[in-house]
T-cell receptor, first 114, second 116 residues
Framework: AQSVAQPEDQVNVAEGNPLTVKCTYSVSGNPYLFWYVQYPNRGLQFLLKYITGDNLVKGSYGFEAEFNKSQTSFHLKKPSALVSDSALYFCAVRDMYNTDKLIFGTGTRLQVFP | DTGVSQDPRHKITKRGQNVTFRCDPISEHNRLYWYRQTLGQGPEFLTYFQNEAQLEKSRLLSDRFSAERPKGSFSTLEIQRTEQGDSAMYLC??????????????FGDGTRLSIL
């Protein structure tokens, strides 16, 4: 079964500092990985995806993610955090064997302090 | 691109009542998904449509739940005889089809259901 794990419930970072939100995956075959962000009482907004190619993927709002096959990780990063980045972040893997549905992690709450 | 639209945004009802939610996907998207998200959890897959055909249903979708997408455009999700455990955010997402398999799913803002 395919799955992703987000080991941190919350990440705290000061504004202007780099941030990392961790995600590890377990799949059979090549993974299709995604990051989404959710603001309060809103749906999920797509940030970026890894399908194939370069291990460093650039996405929306200055976010990027690093795919590491040997460590089965897909960590989300940003060089300089903003207070407005405070939100709930979800890592997801696509189920490639059936309907392409997304399998989500439990989420990591990012809190950026001024 | 007006995005995925869901209605209503909030629904409060008494236990045992029936509720129906609507989702309008992005117009050219032929795939439509329903997910359920409870507090502190990631979204969980409920069901999936390709055009008007419902191709997969999760085991989470008990016989009290039914979903339709009659003309391959908007979709409805109905819950009959609601229970306390049905309280959750119900999210709809849409995407382009198999020819564009790498395209991401786009989510609506959800319908938050509260059962009294």
């Amino acid at each position: 079964a395919q799955s992703v794990a987000q080991p941190e419930d919350q990440v705290n970072v000061a504004e202007g500092n780099p941030l990392t939100v961790k995600c590890t995956y377990s799949v059979s075959g090549n993974p299709y990985l995604f990051w989404y962000v959710q603001y309060p009482n809103r749906g999920l907004q797509f940030l970026l995806k890894y399908i194939t190619g370069d291990n460093l993927v650039k996405g929306s709002y200055g976010f990027e993610a690093e795919f590491n096959k040997s460590q089965t990780s897909f960590h989300l990063k940003k060089p300089s955090a903003l207070v407005s980045d405070s939100a709930l972040y979800f890592c997801a893997v696509r189920d490639m064997y059936n309907t392409d549905k997304l399998i989500f992690g439990t989420g990591t709450r990012l809190q950026v302090f001024p | 691109d007006t995005g995925v639209s869901q209605d209503p945004r909030h629904k409060i009802t008494k236990r045992g009542q029936n509720v129906t939610f609507r989702c309008d996907p992005i117009s050219e998207h032929n795939r439509l998904y329903w997910y359920r998200q409870t507090l502190g959890q990631g979204p969980e897959f409920l069901t999936y449509f390709q055009n008007e055909a419902q191709l997969e249903k999760s085991r989470l979708l008990s016989d009290r739940f039914s979903a339709e997408r009659p003309k391959g455009s908007f979709s409805t999700l109905e819950i009959q005889r609601t229970e306390q455990g049905d309280s959750a955010m119900y999210l709809c997402a849409s995407s382009l089809g198999r020819e564009r398999v790498n395209q991401p799913q786009h989510f609506g803002d959800g319908t938050r259901l509260s059962i009294l």
